[in-house]
């Protein structure tokens, strides 16, 4: 099937990149937030981040209004209706994904495609909390989603090829690099990516080496562009723990349990980035 119309439920860093991609890429993009003033901080934010591409000459100032035309944020999950794709970006819990696609299947029309931003819950369990199975698959964008060119395509025992067509159609159609994977947690990057961040906490931990140097290490040693308590804090160490907490419920390595000292950090809000204190401080 043809996409025009696209919805995306989550108007964090995540959801507001997917739909920056998509208008950019033609789509009409409708973004759900849970409330009017969200609905309007997400317009806000895609106009500050189109005006400074307009500034740095990567986009022509008249192609920054023809994007803002075609998006539209929203507070009511009923607007997503007649969406041809539906994509969630809301926080990885399993339960609220869950509930969600009860919510999504009862709105939008017969046929349209219903797809999650999960990086690593089973995309099946929330295939069958609707009436389409079939028409449920990952769609997995990186952070951030502007310039990350990679999407992961996760295929649920219950998807049909034409959904995973549609799908990659999509993707493609963002300017973004698909791979095609089976639904088991954490697919292929999380996968291999985590194992590696949770084994620097517990080196640092560990008082191996100290934070600036296990940084540095990786960069200078694997000429990787981050260090991976850097990478920890981008990627929000709340979220870190639950991919991993995902990780190790479904294979039982112990190379994804958390270490204990992610586990407190996140007890005590110190999420990275996003609470502006995590392995380094961003208050300043």
């Not at 507001?16 to 409708?30: D, I, M, N, R, Y």
């Given at each position: 099937?043809?996409v ?11 959801g ?15 973004v759900?937030?849970?409330?009017e ?18 500034e ?5 100032a ?77 769609i ?7 310039a990350?060119p ?12 034409e959904t ?21 947690a ?12 949770n ?9 191996v ?16 562009p ?10 929000g ?23 204990p000292r992610?586990?407190r ?12 204190v ?7």
């Open positions: 099937m043809a025009k119309r696209v919805g995306v439920v989550g108007s964090g860093i995540m507001s990149g997917v739909a920056e991609v998509a208008a950019k890429a033609g789509f009409e993009v409708l759900r937030s849970r409330t003033e969200g609905a309007l901080a997400t317009v806000a934010g895609l106009e500050r981040s189109l005006a400074k591409q307009v740095r000459k990567r986009l022509e008249g192609e920054r209004e023809r994007v803002l035309g075609r998006v539209r944020a929203v507070s009511d999950l009923g607007e997503l209706a007649e969406c041809d794709l539906v994509l969630e970006s809301v926080v990885e819990d399993a339960d609220t994904k869950h509930a969600l696609f009860v919510e999504l299947d009862a709105i939008v029309r017969e046929g349209t495609i219903l797809a999650t931003n999960t990086s690593t819950l089973p995309v099946v369990d929330m295939a069958m909390r609707t009436s389409r199975p079939d028409l449920v698959c990952g997995h964008f990186f952070n951030p989603a502007s990350m990679l999407v992961e395509l996760v295929r649920a025992i219950t998807t049909s090829d995973m067509a549609t799908a990659r159609s999509f993707a493609e159609a963002c300017g973004k690099t698909t791979v095609e994977v089976r639904d088991q954490g697919f292929i990057v999380n996968a291999l990516l985590f194992p590696y961040l084994n620097a906490v517990k080196l640092f931990d560990a008082g080496a100290s934070r600036d140097d296990i940084d540095a290490a990786m960069k200078g040693g694997c000429n990787f981050m260090g991976p308590l850097e990478l920890l804090d981008l990627v160490l709340d979220t870190s723990l639950s991919i991993l907490d995902a990780l190790y419920e479904e294979f039982r390595d112990p190379n994804y349990a958390p270490a992610l586990r950090m996140v007890a005590a809000n110190q999420l990275g980035r996003k609470s502006k995590g392995f380094y401080d961003y208050r300043k």
